[in-house]
């Protein structure tokens, strides 16, 4: 009795997923829904004719079928976790990095524990790390880059005063120019530092100079071809060290 | 103020001997910025020779871009000036050249520059100082009260360039600097057409 | 081959065309001879080696140009002083095929030894205005190179070890029982003084260097002025040839070959010993 039970119930099953099947369906296809729900009387009776009649295969089967169908259902899974994790893996930047995390924390939490599968999460969690480390020194890149260029603005009226300098049409114009100018330092000395080359931890500087110096030399060349790098100021809001790199 | 200042960047000039060693491989990119460097430290001696022979230029603001211009050099440098016309070299220290060419008896100098530049390998001397040669071409003409040309030459001149890495301590960091220093001059007459 | 030939007439007017974009400013000159111009003995090597371009811009291994055999071909051709009469066109065209053959090229080395430099210096001595010929080469030292002179021309110094009379320098020695005497017979070495080097042993080579260190130090020479300047290169196999400042007009002048050799290693070897005294 225990056994019909069983095939009365396996049978209901597979009604129901065909039923959620036909659901499915129902959503796409209007008309094949109707002619589905039609067979599913006829689908009925025919498995209840079937299951009584092949009912004598026993419990064996039974859990052998279950088996199966577990062993298929995981390696679905593994096969859908596998084509996710390459798919992820061979992305060339066109899935979000956010994306990739919550796709790979899915795969993670089905704890599949299938050695491709598991060699694959390395390989993505790799993956994800460099790009977040990518993007991090590309954010701090940005963040640097507007900084200067805020910095640049802010230190643009040093900069016209230099170029007023270099294309002074007098002496005496120029020599007005640098009075205001070194009003703006701590004092004539004060250290000017220009970069001539910059290659990873190297930075090459030209020989220090102070900015009075600096200021005559602009003057007398008529060179001013470097841009404001960095300036440091004292508690009077006076400039005591410049530095400026090559354009 | 000045003087303290000076002693006390002076002071923290140290020039690391042994530093040099490290600087043996040289990236293509950093010697172009140190030939630009060099180069750099021509063009501003020739806008200062011009500035010395024109004789619009005070004689106060002249002795003040001399001061500048010697600044340029090696201590001890000499100018070794040849013509076509007579044999050997005048040889002259670079103080006495510049006060030279301030002085020269003419009316009106014009000195002029070729745009042409060029710069030799840089080759190692035996202390590690790196030196190089750079050729500029220059055009020389000295006129009379009247506005006629009385003098004019085009000479090649072949500056030595002596570069040297240094380091030093401004505002608490380690500056890493190449010190250009110009060296003697050769300044050969070029044949006229 | 009718290609070859299309490809170095392209090249030579590349070359020879005036270099594009100068901007003159106040100068009315052409500046396509000063480019044209050798300007310096390093712009000699790079151009023999193609390690720069025609504006003096500098190649660098890796660059596609760098030592380019094609364009090595007009360069060579422009480094010979077309008005010598020291050169055989045959000979150029045959040097020039040797050093640019593209199985086994021949590249000039600053640092390689083979070559010299030649100058020509006046100095007084003994109140005389008098030419020395000194030579000089590269030599490594700690961190870098230096130039040294590596041997004195002076036909005051060489006079006084020319040759003697040959059956003279036969009698000239000291017979090998001469030490049971005490070497009293010694003083003919020094009797007559023109003779006095052959009773030294066989290996005894004049060094004029010492001869004139000695007589600057001891003040009877002094140093006056230089004079023309020159390069004598041994690098490439079975040539020598010499270097020297043309200043002239047009593109064909600055440091160009105006002497070419073909040289056995015998010849080689004599050459290089007269620049480089063992």
Redesign the interface.
Known sequence: MQAVNNRIAISLLLLTEIYSVNQLVKHTIMKRNHYVSKLIPRLFILLLIGSVAFGTGGCKSKKKLAQEQAAKEYQEKVDKAIAELKAILNDDGTMPLSEKERRLADIKSQNLNDPTVNDLIRQVEDKIAAEKEALRLKEEEEARKKKEAEEEDSYQYIDEYFNAIATANS?SEANAKIGQALKLFA???V?V?VI??Q?GE???????T?ID?YL??LK????YNNRIQNI?FDDYGQI??LELI?K | MKAKTFIIITLLFVSFGFESMAQDHISPARKQAIDSLALEKVRDLSKYITLIGDKETEFSEAQRVIDRAVELFMEGSEVGVSSLFREGINYYEVREYFERLMRLNYSKVDIEWYKIEYVSDLERQPDGTYVGVITIFQKFSGYDQEGGLVYEDVTKKDITVYVKRKETQIAGKLIGFWDVLLGDIRVKETSKE | MKLNILINIILVFIFLAPAEGQNLGSITGDESDLYAQTKQVNQFFRRFNNEEDRKGNRYYPGDSLYRDNAFRKVYLKMLFDKESSFIQNSQKEEFIADVSNTDNPVFLDFHGNDWFAELATTFKYYRKKENLILFLQLEQERLGYKWVITNVYFDQFLKNFNKGDKDEINKKFLHPMSHELDFMNIHKVFDNPRYAEYYASKTYNPDYRTLLFYEVKMGNMTFEDIGPLKFHFFQVDGWYFEVNYINRPGGNSGWLITKLYKISDKEKEALIKFYLPE
Do not use: A, F, Q
């Not at chain 1, 190297?202 to 220090?208: C, I, L, Q």
């Not at chain 1, 007398?220 to 060179?223: F, H, L, P, Q, R």
């Open positions: 002496v004092s004539p000395d250290p530092l001539i080359s290659e190297t930075v090459d500087y030209d020989e220090p102070t110096k005559n030399y007398d060349t008529k060179n440091k005591t060290v090559k």
